[in-house]
């Protein structure tokens, strides 16, 4: 059983539209961070959110940490061949839990 | 300044045998993780690493074993090697342990096992 839920797994869209990745869990994180891979690389870490309700910003991408600190969400605004990879939501619970990832594929 | 490196980037091995893995995390960051990714199970922990001593550990089997050393060097051994060990073995180093702290991730190290 997967304490960090991911959805989509997989999406593939064209470039200049919107998304929202999402990841939902039963339990209560101390944090959430969100990385994104590339093939044959180790995650590279975006954001790190820690405040119930907390919104972070970084150009394009949109984080939100849920009010009870158990589930959040990324969203791409005008989406680009380049934010293409895998997205990894993880939690903070003593160790890092990550979430099975979202195949984001942007097509130009 | 430096990143994680982990060494070798590429390994092939025979069941039954052993393997050691090693990481170098960002100067001055103490904390080390290491974890399996496979395309089936995603990324799954396997111990972390703090001022030499192994603070947490996830659900994987005593042939995995790991240690640190004084300067934060770390190293990962599997010994008697199955075909399920196959995957991408991901070192990270934080500054601490505890909430807020981004990992920052080494490319990997890619096991086959045959």
């Known amino acids: 059983t997967q304490l960090l839920e991911q959805s989509p797994q997989f999406l593939s869209i064209q470039e200049g539209e919107n998304l929202t990745v999402y990841c939902n869990s039963s339990s209560v994180f101390s944090s959430l961070q969100w990385y994104r891979q590339e093939p044959g690389e180790g995650p590279v870490l975006l954001v790190t959110?820690?405040?119930?309700?907390e919104v972070k910003k970084l150009k394009r991408l949109t984080f939100q940490f849920g009010d009870a600190r158990k589930d959040s969400s990324l969203h791409i605004t005008a989406a680009q061949p380049g934010d293409t990879g895998l997205y990894l939501c993880?939690?903070?619970?003593?160790?890092?839990?990550f979430g099975q990832g979202t195949e984001l594929s942007v097509k130009p | 300044k430096a990143g994680v490196t982990q060494t070798p980037r590429y390994l092939i091995k025979t069941r039954g045998q052993q393997v050691t893995l090693s990481c170098s995390p960002i100067s001055g960051h103490r904390s080390v993780s290491w974890y399996q990714q496979t395309p089936g199970q995603g990324l799954q922990f396997l111990f972390e690493y703090f001022s030499e001593t192994q603070r947490n550990k996830g659900n994987f089997p005593g042939r995995f074993s790991g240690r640190q050393f004084s300067n934060s060097r770390s190293e990962m051994n599997v010994s008697t090697l199955e075909l399920g060990d196959s995957a991408l073995y991901l070192c990270?180093?934080?500054?601490?342990?505890?909430?807020?702290?981004?990992?920052?991730f080494g490319s990997g190290t890619r096991l086959t096992v045959v």
């Open positions: 993880a939690g903070a619970r003593g160790k890092l839990i």
């Open positions: 990270a180093s934080s500054q601490a342990m505890g909430q807020g702290y981004g990992y920052t």
């Open positions: 959110v820690v405040t119930g309700g």
